[in-house]
């Protein structure tokens, strides 16, 4: 669905225009649903707003803290490039498991180095934390694959001609097309019950809990070319 047709939709929902329900106001009421919606379309395929992004690696003398991206629900995986050219898997390892001291950096050199298995990352204050042998500047090279809320709808999108599914580059994400009509009625919802004198809801509106429950069936495990291998449990230890 277009950004002008949901719009168009969610005003016909509510029996409002451009006036009476502002641009603003709806973008304001849409991602705060969008954000909601997220949470549970993650459960059903938890990799379907999953991006890559690199960024540079710097001279551990300097820091080891790396902010993490600000629209981040979960962490897939972490790699980080020491040499410039390998990748190398870090495992994440937490503070609690630390048992000597890491307050400096010659203290955690002489625990841990470059290679894989010996080298980890911590989630700790929002940032992620390396743990590791000394570390260079390399321009992108540290990656993380994570689980990204998708992007939030602006004004703009509210004219546009673009599907709302379409994500706008390779580190965006947006609401599957098959959730816009659910968005739009949530949203109504929503508006309806924000009223100084709350507006009934409509018999579709009521039903919006069961419609969004079986939505969420229907994208679990969209790809249906899979192999199932039935296995006979082993009974060996019951012959003679």
């Known amino acids: 669905m277009t950004g ?18 502002t641009d603003a ?30 960024r ?7 820091s080891r803290e ?15 490039m020491f040499d410039g050219t390998n990748w190398v898997k870090l495992f994440e390892k937490d503070l609690t498991d630390f048992r000597r001291a890491i307050g400096n950096e010659t203290a955690i050199t002489s625990q841990f180095s470059n290679k894989e298995g010996e080298a980890f990352y911590e989630l700790f204050r929002k940032s992620l934390w390396l743990y590791s ?13 994570y689980i990204m809320y998708p992007e939030d709808l602006t004004t703009d999108d509210l004219s546009g001609s673009v599907d709302l599914s379409t994500d706008p580059d390779t580190t965006s994400a947006q609401i599957p097309r098959e959730l816009h009509e659910l968005w739009a009625r949530r949203i109504s919802i929503t508006w309806k019950s924000t009223r100084d004198k709350p507006i009934p809801l409509t018999e579709t509106e009521r039903l919006f809990g069961d419609d969004f429950k079986s939505a969420m069936e229907a994208i679990t495990n969209p790809n249906l070319d899979r192999s199932i291998e039935g296995k006979i449990p082993d009974d060996s230890h019951l012959q003679y």
């Open 4 to 21: 002008a047709n949901f719009a168009s939709l969610v005003r016909f929902y509510t029996r409002t225009n451009s006036t009476t329900f």
């Open 25 to 54: 106001n709806l973008v304001l009421i849409a991602n705060t649903v969008k954000d909601d919606f997220a949470k549970e379309i993650t459960k059903a395929d938890e990799d379907i707003f999953g991006v890559s992004a690199t």
């Open 56 to 62: 540079d690696l710097i001279a551990s003398t300097t």
């Open 66 to 80: 790396y902010d993490l991206p600000s629209d981040l629900m979960k962490i897939k995986r972490v790699e980080a």
């Open 133 to 145: 042998g000394t570390i260079a500047a390399v321009t992108s090279g540290l990656k993380l694959w």
